[in-house]
């Protein structure tokens, strides 16, 4: 195994460049880092028009979270490889089509997340906002969103972590990641298939777990904070009771 990973590292790495395409681990991350900065508004959206009141815009948000969820990525992967050309009049690489997909994807459970961030804040917050003359809009731009992408930002390194895993499914269409690489490699041994794909187990395993790891060191963080700012809003409110206690005295 040792051998194999001596011998073809360059490639699990970079794929062919600078002699080729870019590939391997770095287009792997690569192509799941630009697809979830590319949902990341759309999920934003997605979350705006799930807690809306109008109809026009939930019903549609709500019908694009089912439906995107309740399929798997690679019929997703196969529409835009086959719609996408037909709609636009050319030829779409491999990597365009799965980053495509990929945010379709990625846009729907970021949706969904951000969502249940926003409604896991007080619903005190919005009203006072509101009272105060804020608009809708400008109470969700200043005064929601940022406290709930805030605590929700654990949530998305572990969906960062589930894009990673879901590039593998770019194999099937040439997307020249870990998983295309590992295959070359295999094909040119022929013998060695375990050490093969042991090593690709590995590669993905140690690149999720330190994502992983990343996301409980912010959901500590995020947690130590609301803690701590629950604490400092109990004793604000423990001071404010005692003042006209004293006042009597």
Same mark, same amino acid.
């Given at each position: 195994?040792f ?11 970079? #794929? ?6 870019? #590939?391997? +681990? ?5 192509l799941?880092?630009?697809?979830? +900065?590319? &949902? ?5 959206l ?5 807690? %809306? ?31 996408v050309?037909? =709609?636009?009049?050319?030829?779409v690489?491999g ?5 495509? &997909?990929?945010?379709?994807?990625? %846009? *729907?459970?970021?949706? @969904?997340?951000?969502?249940?961030? +926003?409604?896991?804040?007080?619903? #005190? ?11 809708y809009?400008k ?9 709930? =992408?805030?605590?929700v ?27 295309? &690489? ?15 794909y ?7 395993? *140690?690149?999720?777990? $330190?994502?992983?790891? =990343? *996301?409980?060191?912010? @959901? ?7 803690a701590?700012a $629950? ?10 009771? *005692?003042?006209?206690?004293?006042? @009597?005295?």
């Open positions: 195994m051998d194999i990973l001596r011998d073809n590292w360059t490639l699990l790495l970079i #794929g062919q460049y600078p002699h080729g395409p870019l #590939g391997g +681990i770095v287009l792997t991350i690569l799941s880092l630009s697809a979830l +900065i590319l &949902a990341f508004p759309l999920g934003i997605v979350a705006l028009a799930r807690i %809306s009141p109008l109809r026009v815009l939930h019903a549609p948000a709500t019908a694009l979270v089912y439906m995107v969820r309740g399929i798997p990525l690679l019929m997703v992967i196969f529409w835009v490889y086959f719609l050309p037909v =709609l636009t009049g050319y030829p690489t990597f365009v089509t799965m980053l495509c &997909a990929l945010v379709i994807y990625d %846009s *729907a459970y970021l949706g @969904e997340i951000i969502r249940a961030g +926003i409604e896991g804040l007080p619903k #005190g917050q919005t009203e006072a906002s509101r009272a105060l003359g804020m608009s809009m109470t969700m731009r200043s005064v929601v969103l940022p406290q709930a =992408l805030y605590n930002v654990p949530s998305m390194v572990t969906q960062f972590v589930s894009t990673i895993k879901e590039t593998s499914l770019g194999y099937i269409i040439n997307v020249q990641e870990i998983s295309f &690489a590992a295959d070359q490699i295999n094909n040119r041994l022929l013998t060695k298939p375990f050490p093969v042991l090593i690709l187990a590995l590669s993905y395993f *140690a690149l999720c777990y $330190a994502l992983t790891q =990343l *996301a409980q060191y912010l @959901e500590r963080r995020v947690t130590l904070k609301r701590g $629950a604490a400092k809003a109990q004793k604000g409110d423990e001071l404010s009771l *005692a003042e006209p206690l004293a006042t @009597e005295n």
